[in-house]
Structures are given as C-alpha cells and as structure tokens.
C-alpha cells in the first residue's frame, strides 16, 4: 500500500470518527443541554418543546361558571433581556360556552428558578405584560383577570417550563444546581459541588 492510500485511508477513518461524534453531540444537545462547566445552558427552542408538550390547559372558577382555556404557547428571550417572554391564545367561557377557541391573547414576562421537588424549572415574578381580548372590548374584566391571576400563581408554583430528565440529572451527578439566569438569549442555571 502506498503512501499516499495509507494516508488517505488515515483520514477517512478519522473523518467518519469526527462525524460520528457531531452527530452523537448534536443529537445529545437537542434532547437535553449543554453542559458547559460549572453550567448548564437552554435555548428557547429548547423550552418551547417542552410547553407544546403540557399545552392546552383548561381551569373551571365558580363550579364550572367561568372558564379559560391557554393555548398556542410561544417561547422567547427578547435580546438583552434577563427575562424570557410567554405569550399565550387564551379561551374564555361563562354559563358553560365553549372555552376551547381562541378569543383573545395574553403576554407576559418572567424569570426562572430551579425547584428541587419538580426538576424543573419554574416562573419566578412573571408578570402579565399585554392583554387583548375583543370580546370583552380588548380589556380584561376583573373576572377573568382574576383567571388568569390566579392561573398565573398556581402555574408558577406547581408546574414547571422544563423538566430535568434523569439522563441530565445524572450527568449533574452530585453538583448542587444553583442560581438561574437569563443571559445572552439563553437561560443559564449555575452548578455548584455539594
């Protein structure tokens, strides 16, 4: 075998590692994070997944009364934000009329924060930026914005935007997970040793 064969042979074996590798990172980076030191880092698109996943919900007031339903979830971190953005369709029923559809629209912005008891990653201080519902002449009344309120409180607390999977977790190990940040379009939890 020549030189010139043995060194081509070389380099298409190495090529076909490298490759390997991407694609093992790139599939790695997708259905988790990045793991960079003493961090872990998460894109929107990232996040999003996750809410398609949990997305629509509906919640009863008053035994069925007053209805909402939140749909279409839409994940962003505005640039040179430390606080990433939801926006939501919002469905509003009363005396039992269909809250499945769309009829009006809320934003709002949060920070996040990691909750030991979900593994996951909750809102923390969201508030509600933008309401727009044109049956109620594009403001909210106090009924529904007492919905959404109350929704907002109960889904900060109990339900997180993304959950740790095991895989993550293990790869964490023993590490402490601490402070979560918001930073150059990305949301950055802080890992400390135990």
């Known amino acids: 075998m020549n030189l010139y064969a043995k060194s081509r042979r070389h380099f298409l074996i190495i090529a076909a ?3 390997g590798l991407a694609l093992a990172g ?7 994070t990045a793991l960079l030191g003493n961090q872990v880092n998460f ?16 919640y009863d007031k008053l035994g069925g009364l007053v209805s909402m339903t939140l749909l279409n979830p839409r994940l962003s971190i505005p640039q040179g934000s430390n606080r990433l953005r939801l926006d939501f369709d919002v469905g509003l029923g009363a005396l039992g009329s269909d809250s499945s559809r769309p009829s009006g629209h809320f934003a709002l912005t949060s920070a ?18 933008q309401v727009d519902v044109p049956a109620l ?15 907002l409180a109960d889904y900060a607390r109990d339900e997180p935007v993304y959950r740790f999977d095991n895989s993550l977790l293990d790869r964490l190990g023993s590490r402490r997970i601490g402070r979560t940040d918001i930073e150059n379009g990305q949301v950055v939890v802080h890992l400390g040793d135990n």
Request: glycine share 8%.
């Open 43 to 58: 894109t929107a698109p990232q996040l999003q997944q996750s809410l398609n996943r949990n997305f629509p919900k509906h």
């Open 26 to 32: 790139c599939s790695t980076l997708n259905a988790v």
């Open 112 to 129: 996040l924060r990691f909750d030991t008891g979900t593994r996951g990653l909750h809102l923390q201080d969201p508030t509600i930026e």
């Open 17 to 19: 590692m490298v490759a």
């Open 137 to 151: 002449g594009g403001m909210m009344n106090s009924s529904a914005r007492g919905l959404i309120n109350t929704w």
